[in-house]
């Protein structure tokens, strides 16, 4: 069988890439609707949700992905593992697809949202493709539950700071730990990113925020 090209970096700007994803449908693509969701922006090829879906499967998964292959490749996988109750994949620019997808989740079931070593986009002229902008930080603040976390991580510091930043301005969030970056992983699995970063004995900037009650929020 020919192997599928999957593109090392696509452009979320780009013209295919700006319909929204449709919403799903929450009671089919999951056992049980009402578990609490976890979000993994940017899963690549879900390898990382794979295996929390082993280690929590009281918790459901969801992995965006804007390499429509690649969605296309761990969905055939999670099936085959037998992933079928609490594991999802979909192939979206998470940049225009939140408000389509989040919306018509059961309500407080956001509980856990991790971006982890997305593209860094070098250039300052393509600074606007990077996953992490305002925009993002503010639609997931509307959907994820008091009291849920935003997990972070990059091995570019610059791309590190750019995220913690803007989540750090956001008066939803209250980031935990008292220094710069988290020590430690909190999550029980590495991504296929962190562990060929770490394997090179290369620094990870780590960032833990939780969603916290506003006053007055409408
Ligand atoms: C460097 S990979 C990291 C993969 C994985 N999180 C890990 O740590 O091993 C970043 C992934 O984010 C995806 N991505 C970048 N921008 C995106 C967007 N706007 N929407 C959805 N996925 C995006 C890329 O296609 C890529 O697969």
């Not at 690549?44 to 690649?70: C, D, S, T």
């Not at 979206?92 to 407080?108: I, K, R």
């Amino acid at each position: 069988m020919a192997a599928v090209r999957v593109r090392q970096h696509v452009n979320p700007l780009g013209k295919k890439y700006q319909t929204p994803a449709s919403p799903l449908d929450w009671e089919k693509i999951y056992a049980k609707p009402n578990q609490p969701l976890h979000l993994d922006i940017g899963c690549a090829k879900g390898q990382f949700l794979m295996n929390m879906a082993k280690v929590e499967p009281n918790w459901n998964y969801l992995g965006l992905e804007i390499r429509e292959p690649l969605v296309g490749e761990a969905n055939k996988l999670r099936f085959e593992l037998g992933l079928i109750n609490n594991l999802h994949y979909l192939f979206c620019n998470v940049n225009n697809s939140l408000h389509s997808l989040l919306s018509s989740l059961p309500p407080g079931s956001l509980q856990r949202v991790t971006i982890q070593f997305p593209d860094p986009w070098f250039k300052t002229r393509h600074a606007k493709r990077r996953v992490v902008q305002p925009e993002l930080v503010a639609d997931l603040a509307s959907y994820l539950a008091v009291g849920s976390v935003v997990f972070l991580q990059s091995d570019m510091e610059f791309v590190a700071v750019e995220m913690r930043d803007r989540f750090a301005a956001h008066p939803a969030y209250q980031k935990m730990g008292a220094g710069e970056w988290l020590a430690q992983n909190p999550l029980p699995v590495p991504t296929e990113r962190e562990t060929s970063v770490l394997s090179r004995g290369e620094p990870v900037y780590r960032a833990l925020f939780v969603r916290r009650e506003i006053v007055n929020e409408e």
